[in-house]
């Protein structure tokens, strides 16, 4: 801030009465204050395009960071590397994950798991030769919501949605294999693939996304992606 001090009319006298005379004083003049050099201003850095994510879309090949206009900020595949894709979320997210290490059993591989509020990583670390239906990652959905991010799959269902309400809305036949269990399923498909088919025949050997409710309401309390149907549906 530049302060300019001036001293305009201002006259000091100095009144001395002597025997010969008056004298006049002269008057003491400020010099003017050298202007302030002005420091320029370097532009803010972009802010982090992840930062502006408000949806979640989950497909059966990819899913998608959508901010609130709709456009997708980034597609991350389910064969990308798990570095790149933890670090997104957790920026589109707005927090670290909970990780934890999972040794794996006989129906699925080991593995470390990423946890976000209602919302799950699983990076697959499986043996040399075992389990081929297996994505490099897989995610999985506990709630219609992860911090202030949507979440819901590529044809805009979440959990909490009725699933044999959706299935009629799609034509989509409902799998009540399990319904003993309490679970229901059916599968937002992807094209079919052109490696080796699992031992189901009844479906089609393709990435899908899998909706279950694993209660009598028929809720949707899960959705998961990638997965085979042709691999694991007994």
Same mark, same amino acid.
């Given at each position: 801030?530049?302060?300019?001090?001036?001293?305009?009319?201002?006259?000091?006298?100095?009144?001395?009465?002597?025997?010969?005379?008056?004298?006049?004083?002269?008057?003491?003049?400020?010099?003017?204050?050298?202007?302030? $050099?002005? !420091?320029?201003?370097? $532009?803010?850095?972009?802010?982090?395009?992840? %930062?502006?994510?408000?949806?979640?879309?989950?497909?059966?090949?990819?899913?998608?960071?959508?901010?609130?206009?709709?456009?997708?900020?980034?597609?991350?595949?389910?064969?990308?590397?798990?570095?790149?894709?933890?670090?997104?979320? !957790?920026?589109?997210?707005?927090?670290?994950?909970?990780?934890? &290490?999972?040794?794996?059993?006989? &129906?699925?591989?080991?593995?470390? +798991?990423?946890?976000?509020?209602?919302?799950?990583?699983? +990076?697959?670390? *499986?043996?040399?030769?075992?389990?081929?239906?297996?994505?490099?990652?897989?995610? $999985?959905? $506990?709630?219609?919501?992860?911090? +202030?991010?949507?979440?819901?799959?590529?044809?805009?269902?979440?959990?909490?949605?009725?699933?044999?309400?959706?299935?009629?809305?799609?034509?989509?036949?409902?799998?009540? %294999?399990?319904?003993?269990?309490?679970?229901?399923?059916?599968?937002?498909?992807?094209?079919?693939?052109?490696?080796?088919?699992?031992?189901?025949?009844?479906?089609?050997?393709?990435?899908?996304?899998?909706?279950?409710?694993?209660?009598?309401?028929?809720?949707?309390?899960?959705?998961?992606?990638? %997965?085979? *149907?042709?691999?694991?549906?007994?």
């Amino acid at each position: 801030m530049i302060k300019n001090f001036t001293r305009a009319g201002i006259i000091g006298v100095i009144a001395a009465v002597a025997l010969t005379g008056c004298q006049s004083g002269t008057p003491d003049v400020a010099s003017p204050a050298a202007p302030a $050099s002005s !420091t320029p201003t370097g $532009s803010a850095p972009p802010a982090d395009p992840l %930062t502006t994510v408000t949806a979640l879309l989950i497909g059966p090949e990819n899913f998608e960071l959508h901010d609130k206009s709709g456009t997708a900020v980034v597609t991350l595949s389910y064969d990308d590397p798990i570095d790149r894709v933890v670090d997104a979320l !957790t920026v589109a997210l707005g927090a670290d994950p909970v990780v934890a &290490e999972d040794s794996g059993g006989d &129906e699925y591989p080991p593995g470390v +798991d990423y946890d976000w509020d209602g919302f799950g990583l699983r +990076d697959h670390l *499986p043996p040399d030769g075992k389990f081929p239906d297996y994505a490099n990652f897989s995610v $999985s959905v $506990s709630a219609p919501v992860s911090g +202030d991010v949507s979440v819901a799959t590529t044809g805009g269902y979440r959990v909490g949605d009725d699933l044999r309400a959706a299935a009629r809305a799609l034509g989509v036949d409902v799998d009540t %294999t399990f319904e003993s269990y309490g679970s229901i399923f059916y599968f937002e498909l992807g094209p079919e693939l052109g490696t080796p088919s699992g031992g189901n025949t009844l479906y089609p050997n393709a990435s899908a996304v899998r909706v279950a409710a694993n209660s009598e309401s028929g809720a949707i309390d899960e959705i998961a992606s990638p %997965t085979n *149907p042709s691999f694991w549906v007994h």
